[in-house]
């Protein structure tokens, strides 16, 4: 669709979301391509571009919620993503996970938040 010139579809476009930077793609390239760079690149185009779905304003509220604190407090993303209905509906799960500890109640901190914000301020002059 990129090569073709339909942006509109392409920045419409949930698949677009589903990437999860892993990176695979681009390891794997026998050309070297850097596929996952050209998906980060549409995203940010969408998010430019004022596209408003879902998925960019998931994206938003999990990039908000990172520069704040570094560490992603996952009820705070599921309250601010869904509200009270995605609490209700998620809240057996989130016990279960921090029963075996793999979810904090309190939100967490960076170790050193002050070189957290001086790499985070490198990044968002790129
Ligand atoms: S497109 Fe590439 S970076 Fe994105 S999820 Fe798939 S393999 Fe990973």
Redesign the pocket.
């Known amino acids: 669709m990129v090569q073709r010139g339909e942006w509109e579809k392409v920045l419409q476009s949930n698949t677009l979301w589903?990437?999860?930077?892993?990176?695979?793609?681009?390891s794997r390239c026998p050309r070297g391509v850097r596929?996952?760079d050209v998906?980060e690149a549409v995203k940010a185009i969408a998010i430019r571009e004022g596209i408003n779905n879902d998925s960019t304003r998931f994206h938003q509220i999990f990039v908000e919620l990172i520069e704040k604190r570094g560490i992603l407090f996952e009820p705070e993303l599921i309250h601010k993503y869904g509200g009270l209905p995605a609490m209700r509906q998620q809240a057996l799960l989130g016990v279960q996970l921090a029963l075996r500890g793999k979810l904090s109640l309190l939100p967490a901190k960076v170790k050193d938040p002050q070189k957290f914000s001086q790499a985070l301020s490198k990044v968002s002059k790129k």
């Open positions: 589903l990437c999860t930077s892993c990176q695979i793609c681009t596929p996952s998906i």
